[in-house]
C-alpha cells in the first residue's frame, strides 16, 4: 500500500489486533489479513509490515517506517560445507495486518445550488479548495478537514474555504447556536432547577444532579468550556423546554442566514439529519462573538461549577470545571471558540484569534484529527496572507441573505438515429437513464439510504432534486421534528 492510501483514512490508533494467519516461509508473498468488524464510521486498513501508524495531525506527515529485514534463513554466501549441519529453521515473513480507522465522514446529499443564490458569493459553490491568490503567495496548508473556512472575523471577508457549503455534522459546535440562541434570553442570574433528563444526558456531562438548582451562568459555563450536555438540556428547560429551544436554534439559523444548518438536538449529538456547514459554524461564532456574555465564558480556562445532593442523600461539593478547547493554551492570541467530536461528526471546530489587530475565525468540520496544530497552520496561514489574497466571499449579515436556489436541471438528450446515439458522431449519452451532472455545487449529491445518513456516492433523480429543494427553500417549516433521545450510552460530543 502506498504511503497516499494510508494518509487517506482516518484516525491513528489501531482498534483491532493483528489478524491471524498461516506462518509462511521466509520470502514467500504475505498472506493477505483477515479484515475486522469495523465500526459504520470507520473502514478496515491493510497495514504493510514495517509501517507505524502514528496520531495524524497532517496528511504529509505520516511517517512509513522502515521494513526491517528478514533474518537469514541458511549458511552465508562462500561458506564451507553444509555437511552434518542442522538445517536452519525458516522464518516467516512478515504479514500484513489490518485495523480499523476513522474514516472522513461523507456530506449529506443536496441539490447544486444556482451559483448565483449561494449564500456568501457564488465562488463559494466549490467543492474543493476556494483561494484567489497571486502566484507567490504559498497555498492554504494541506489539512484532513473535508471542509472548513477562514475568515476575517470583523469585516466577514473569506480568505480561503475548502467545499465550505457541504452539509456535514456539527457535533458540539452546535453548541455555540444554542449559545446564541439562548444567552439573549435568559437572565445569568436566574436560578434553574435540574430535571431527571438532564442529570441522564448522553454523551459528555459536567455532573448535574436532578432536583438542584444551577445558576443559568454556571450552566452556560459549563456547556461552552466543557461542552456538557447535561447543562445544554437544563437550560433548555429554562427556555421553554426542548422542543421550543430546538425550533428557536432554527429560527435564529435562518434569521442570520445559515441556511445549512438544521438543529434536531441543541447539544449536538448525532441525531436525525442534523447538519451545518463550515460557512454556517463561521457564521454562527461570527454572531455569538457580538455576545459579551458568550466572549467572556470560552476564554475561561477554569471554573468552579455548583455540587449538591444526589438521590441517596449524599452531598457533594463544588468542583473545578477547565475548558477544553486546545488551542486556548496552545496558540497565542486565541479568543474562543468550541470544539466538537462524534463519531459520524469526526472533529469539528470553531476557532478565532487575534494578531497585530486582524481578528480571524477559522470554522472546520469532518476532520479524521483532533490536534489543534492544524488550526494553528490556517491561522498562521491567514495572518500571513490576508492582505496579499482576494476574499473568494463574505459572511453576511443578520437577515440579508435568502436560502439558496436548486440549478436547473439539464435535460438529457433524447437517443436515436437523429439525436447523440445517431450516425453523426454527436455525444453519446454514457449513463443512459439518469440526468447529465451540472458543474456547479456543492458537495457532488450522494445518494440517500435513509433520512439523515451519509452513504456512498450516487446519483439523484429530478423528483428527488425537486423535492428536497422544496425542503430547503422553505425554511423551518418544514424541518424534521425534533427528537429527544437523550439515553445513555451515546457516543460523546
Known amino acids: 500500500m502506498s504511503l497516499g492510501a494510508l494518509v487517506s483514512i482516518a484516525l491513528a490508533t489501531p482498534t483491532t489486533a493483528y489478524a491471524g494467519s498461516s506462518p509462511a516461509v521466509a520470502g514467500a508473498p504475505a498472506a493477505p489479513a483477515a479484515s475486522p468488524a469495523c ?24 511517517v512509513r517506517a522502515t521494513a526491517t529485514p528478514a533474518a537469514p534463513t541458511g549458511p552465508p554466501t562462500g561458506s564451507a560445507s553444509t ?3 542442522p538445517h536452519a529453521t525458516p522464518t516467516p515473513a512478515p504479514e500484513p495486518r489490518v485495523v480499523c480507522r476513522n474514516a472522513p465522514p461523507k456530506p449529506f446529499a443536496h441539490p447544486q445550488w444556482a451559483p448565483d443564490s449561494v449564500v456568501g458569493g457564488a465562488q463559494l459553490a466549490s ?27 470583523d469585516s466577514g471577508e473569506i480568505l480561503a474555504a475548502k467545499s465550505p457549503h457541504a452539509w456535514l455534522r456539527p457535533a458540539s459546535t452546535l453548541k455555540t447556536l444554542t449559545a446564541l440562541t439562548l ?22 456531562r459536567v455532573g448535574i444532579l436532578a432536583g438542584n438548582r444551577y445558576p443559568v451562568s454556571a450552566l452556560v459555563d459549563a456547556m461552552l468550556m466543557f461542552s456538557a450536555n447535561d447543562a445544554v438540556y437544563a437550560l433548555a428547560d429554562a427556555a421553554g423546554g426542548y422542543d421550543r429551544t430546538v425550533a428557536l436554534m432554527n429560527e435564529e439559523a435562518a434569521r442570520i442566514g445559515a441556511h445549512d444548518t438544521l438543529t434536531v438536538d441543541p447539544s449536538g449529538l448525532d441525531e436525525g439529519a442534523q447538519r451545518s456547514s463550515a460557512y454556517d459554524l463561521a457564521l454562527i461564532g461570527r454572531n455569538a462573538m457580538r455576545l459579551p456574555s458568550f466572549r467572556a ?19 457533594w461539593p463544588a468542583f473545578h470545571v477547565y475548558n477544553i478547547n486546545e488551542l486556548l493554551r496552545h496558540y497565542p492570541g486565541t479568543i474562543g471558540i468550541k470544539p466538537g467530536r462524534t ?85 453519446t449519452a454514457t449513463n443512459p437513464g439518469t440526468e447529465p451532472s451540472t458543474p456547479t ?53
Open 39 to 62: 465500526r459504520p464510521w470507520q473502514v478496515p486498513t491493510t497495514v504493510p509490515p514495517g509501517v507505524v501508524l502514528t496520531p495524524r495531525v497532517f496528511p504529509t506527515d505520516e
Open 83 to 85: 555437511a552434518g549441519r
Open 127 to 153: 467543492d474543493g479548495v476556494v483561494v484567489d491568490a497571486p502566484p507567490a503567495t504559498p497555498a492554504p496548508p494541506e489539512v484532513y478537514d473535508v471542509s472548513y473556512v477562514v475568515a476575517d472575523l
Open 183 to 204: 444567552l439573549p434570553r435568559l437572565d445569568p442570574r436566574r436560578v434553574v432547577v435540574a430535571k431527571e433528563d438532564a442529570q441522564s444526558a448522553a454523551g459528555s
Open 297 to 315: 465564558a470560552i476564554v475561561k480556562r477554569d471554573t468552579v461549577f455548583p455540587g449538591g445532593k444526589d438521590r441517596s442523600g449524599k452531598v
Open 343 to 427: 463519531d459520524r461528526a469526526q472533529h469539528t471546530f470553531i476557532g478565532a484569534a487575534t494578531r497585530g489587530g486582524r481578528t480571524l475565525v477559522v470554522a472546520q468540520m469532518g476532520s479524521v484529527t483532533g490536534s489543534w496544530k492544524p488550526t494553528a497552520a490556517l491561522l498562521d496561514w491567514g495572518f500571513a496572507n490576508a492582505d496579499r489574497v482576494t476574499p473568494v466571499g463574505r459572511l453576511v449579515e443578520p437577515g440579508e441573505a435568502t436560502p439558496p436556489t436548486a440549478a436547473p436541471a439539464i435535460p438529457r438528450l433524447p437517443t436515436g438515429p437523429d439525436g447523440p446515439d445517431g450516425p453523426d458522431g454527436s455525444v
Open 441 to 493: 455545487g456543492t458537495p457532488q449529491p450522494v445518494a440517500a439510504a435513509d433520512a439523515g445518513t451519509p452513504v456512498d456516492d450516487g446519483t439523484m433523480t429530478l423528483a428527488g432534486i425537486a423535492l428536497l429543494g422544496l425542503v430547503v427553500t422553505g425554511g423551518g417549516a418544514l424541518a424534521v421534528p425534533a427528537l429527544r433521545s437523550r439515553r445513555r450510552g451515546r457516543h460523546r460530543t
